[in-house]
């Protein structure tokens, strides 16, 4: 992180609409409770909880038409312009933004506030899945699984937020090992770059994470998408859709701090953390101490 902008706002979003499987809106709690802010705050980061983002329950929206292959589509978006708003507001006065999920679809509001704030953005998509389905290829009609093709703008509305597009070249996915069979292809077409899980065994994280930066080397700001599942579930085993194989605590820690050395990183999302399923709070401890590592904590 950059060492002129102490500022940091928190801003939770308790977001389970984008998925099937509940638990996962109360993700902000369990990471707070981990003690985020005063980690950041040892740091020497003047943070500002910001609070939670409003979001209605999924029985509020029982009665509402629905469209089965974008679930939820209206309240998510309505939720990600709130989003979006504060998200914007706090980097327009200069500040660092953490947003903490719930699942995968609030960064519909985060990475598009970033998009519109700054001219050229690059994303760091950390995440076991693409998130690169559509309306029309999606297995399941579960919004979470739509935000990078939304964010790129191929989706339809409501799921465009913001006014900026994110560009196939400015985006890397890392740690992706499960993907549907119609989402390889799509993002095999759109040309977005994947470093896969196997690529980061056969040729080590610090390889990866350096090309990757090397890939968005004209972009002055970078928003770092964070899906717990990313890591192994041995790890964090805290999260709605786990698969096997997954990043090792060391490889997490290790792009963190490739980041914060790299300076450029303004906003941060820490998502999917579903306590119902974890173990003592575990991976919301895990997300805690990924960020400090972001934010400037050394071993030594």
């Not at 981990?34 to 003047?46: E, I, K, V």
């Not at 029982?62 to 507001?89: F, G, R």
């Not at 719930?102 to 998009?115: C, F, I, K, Q």
């Not at 093709?149 to 509305?157: A, F, N």
Request: net charge negative.
């Amino acid at each position: 992180m950059s060492q002129t902008a102490k500022a940091i706002s928190i801003f939770g979003v308790p977001m389970d609409l984008g998925q099937s499987r509940r638990g996962v809106d109360m993700g902000p709690s369990a990471i707070r409770y981990a003690g985020l802010q005063t980690r950041l705050q040892t740091l020497g980061y003047s943070v500002r909880d910001a609070g939670n983002i409003s979001v209605p329950i999924i029985e509020e929206l029982q009665h509402l038409p629905n469209n089965v292959k974008m679930h939820n589509a209206a309240a998510i978006a309505s939720v990600c312009y709130t989003t979006h708003d504060a998200v914007q507001e706090a980097l327009e006065r200069g500040e660092q933004v953490v947003v903490l999920g719930g699942d995968h679809s609030v960064a519909l509001g985060s990475v598009a506030a970033t998009l519109d704030s700054f001219e050229r953005v690059g994303v760091l998509w950390i995440d076991a899945h693409g998130d690169f389905n559509t309306p029309d290829i999606t297995p399941s009609g579960n919004v979470h699984g739509m935000v990078v093709t939304s964010l790129m703008g191929k989706c339809p509305p409501p799921l465009l937020i913001g006014e900026r597009r994110l560009q196939a070249n400015r985006i890397v996915m890392i740690a992706t090992r499960d993907l549907d069979p119609a989402e390889k292809v799509a993002i095999r077409d759109a040309n977005v770059q994947v470093m896969s899980m196997s690529e980061i065994d056969e040729n080590g994280m610090a390889h990866q994470l350096r090309a990757a930066l090397r890939l968005l080397s004209d972009v002055d700001t970078l928003h770092v998408s964070f899906d717990m599942d990313s890591l192994d579930p041995s790890v964090a085993p805290g999260v709605g859709t786990p698969v096997s194989g997954g990043l090792t605590v060391r490889e997490a820690h290790l792009i963190m701090e490739l980041l914060a050395d790299d300076g450029r990183v303004r906003t941060l999302d820490l998502v999917e953390v579903n306590p119902i399923l974890d173990e003592r709070n575990r991976t919301a401890e895990v997300a805690v101490d990924l960020a400090a590592s972001l934010f400037g904590q050394r071993i030594i």
